[in-house]
């Protein structure tokens, strides 16, 4: 069912931008007292780091020059405490957006690489997985460019820097959830397999038709039940972007078109044990999105 707009996104952006709670005070305590973060300027030296500490490799890409947008996100966001506590368990890359790397003998600007394509050539920050564990090891994991509509609170960066394991689509449209001002709990549980699968296959589907929907929800509801720990019964949630949107933008609209849903929004922000969120662009600059949960 496609959602009804009735409110605005700019509208959406400043509530959610507002919705400070104690959680995050008590955070920013905790982390006060954060060492500084040592941030390296080689991408040869990060990269060779993060694979040898089997760790997640954070760029930043930012602006040449002191002052503007970067400089204030490096002061307001990357430099709060509870982001710089978090920091710690990555290897950190600073560097300007026009960074160049040697490919086959033959230099080239990073940002302009195929896998940050949903950087939009911005400043922002993007994530490599380097941890032992990752599939593919090396994959980029999260983009987030600053943009018109774009900026990233020291609590959104918290949010970002906590996601859990996955493909760039399912870490970003996690992240649109978990950041809503209505904090819907889906997310609290563990990210299961099964329905991160069942839930990339769906997006992709809805993508290849161009059409959003529960498709072959019956036959799919057997199949996903009878893998889950103790058949539990799985919920589908879907909706899709306005065309053109960029991933995070979009993201963030399709759990928006959720909250306008009581039914949907029952599924999302509802207790579950296990969830699988993910997102697919059609060709028609559609994105289209899952998410399945098991119901209580």
């Known amino acids: 069912m496609v959602c009804a707009r009735s409110l605005t996104l700019s509208s959406y952006v400043m509530a959610l931008l507002s919705n400070l709670t104690p959680l995050w005070a008590a955070e920013a305590a905790r982390g006060k007292d954060a060492p500084a973060v040592h941030w390296l300027s080689s991408y040869r030296e990060a990269v060779t780091a993060a694979d040898r500490q089997n760790k997640m490799l954070l760029i930043y890409f930012r602006d040449r020059g002191a002052g503007g947008q970067c400089e204030r996100f490096q002061k307001e966001t990357l ?10 368990d990555y290897v950190c890359l600073r560097l300007p957006a026009d960074a160049k790397i040697t490919v086959q003998g033959k230099q080239a ?20 997985d380097y941890r032992a564990d990752a599939t593919p090891r090396g994959s980029v994991v999260s983009e987030f460019p600053i943009t018109e509509t774009l900026w990233y609170t020291p609590q959104q960066m918290a949010v970002i820097l906590a996601l859990p394991p996955g493909t760039l689509t399912q870490r970003t449209l996690i992240y649109a959830v978990r950041t809503h001002p209505d904090h819907p709990a889906s997310t609290d549980g563990e990210p299961n397999p099964t329905l ?12 290849d038709i161009r ?12 199949r996903i039940r009878s893998r889950l720990p103790g058949a539990r019964a799985p919920r589908e949630v879907c909706a899709e972007s306005w065309g053109g949107q960029n991933m995070v933008d979009a993201a963030i609209e ?19 044990r296990f969830f699988g ?20």
């Open 196 to 207: 991160l699968e069942e839930a990339q296959s769906h997006s992709q589907y809805q993508a």
């Open 109 to 128: 600007v990073l940002l302009e690489h195929e896998a940050f394509r949903e950087m939009l050539g911005r400043p922002g920050v993007a994530i490599v």
């Open 211 to 222: 059409v959003q929907g529960h498709h072959f929800w019956g036959s799919r509801f057997a």
């Open 254 to 272: 399709c759990v928006r078109c959720w909250r306008l849903s009581s039914g949907h929004w029952s599924a999302v922000c509802g207790q579950s």
């Open 277 to 296: 969120y993910d997102m697919k662009r059609g060709g028609n600059g559609v994105w289209y999105a899952t998410g399945i949960v098991d119901a209580r």
């Open 79 to 88: 430099d709060g405490p509870q982001v710089r506590s978090k920091l710690r």
